[in-house]
């Protein structure tokens, strides 16, 4: 589900990348949003290896491995995954 005026030229992903908490993504504009891995659950539980392929697609971002992906516009509305939790903290 998509609307256009979120699939413009400036708002395309032109990187993505993911560490240990993150997932970075930096839009053509230059724009960079960053959101915790917890929204997408697919990613939290994937490999560093299944996590670094991506696909960037116009309007998001693609990983092959697990066969899922994140849309530009879910990112810049806060949209969580279904079924994301947070992780509770040790004490």
Known sequence: MS?????TDEARPVAARCDDEFLYVTL???RQIRTTLWWYPFLLAASV???DRVEL???GIWWPAMDEGVSVKALL???KAPGARQPRRAA
């Open 3 to 7: 609307s256009p005026e979120f699939e």
């Open 28 to 30: 053509a504009d230059g």
């Open 49 to 51: 290896t299944a996590r």
């Open 57 to 59: 697609e116009y309007s």
């Open 77 to 79: 509305l806060g949209r």
